[in-house]
């Protein structure tokens, strides 16, 4: 079982950063994917980035350029730097950890971004 928390989520203006964190403790297995996932209000979970325990990242198009994920170097930490943010990036942020068969998320951090 893998335990997730996530940190660094705030309010911030639009053009701001955050960089928000997340460390992954339990039963982690080498290969693994690390992402972050985001929901807003009245919306569906979205994929926003994730990273493998290789170090191959995934972004998807609205966060290309502006958002950087990255791992730590005991490959139990996930982080997302986000930069020139936006309104509509506005969410609750959730890490998440894929392995083998199991697929665990952490309770989420809260992003607001003012215009």
């Known amino acids: 079982q893998v335990h997730l928390v996530e940190s660094g989520g705030g309010l911030v203006q639009a053009g701001g950063s955050l960089r928000l964190s997340c460390v992954a403790s339990g039963s982690l297995f080498r290969d693994n994917v690390m992402g972050w996932y985001r929901q807003a209000p009245g919306k569906q979970r979205e994929l926003v980035a994730d990273?493998?325990?290789?170090?191959?990242?995934n972004y998807v198009d609205f966060v290309k350029g502006r958002f950087t994920i990255s791992r730590g170097n005991a490959g139990n930490t996930v982080y997302l730097q986000m930069n020139s943010l936006k309104p509509e990036d506005t969410a609750a942020y959730y890490c998440?950890?894929?392995?083998?068969?199991?697929?665990?998320w952490g309770k989420g951090t809260l992003v607001t971004v003012s215009s």
């Open positions: 990273i493998t325990s290789g170090g191959t990242t």
């Open positions: 998440n950890v894929r392995q083998s068969v199991m697929n665990a």
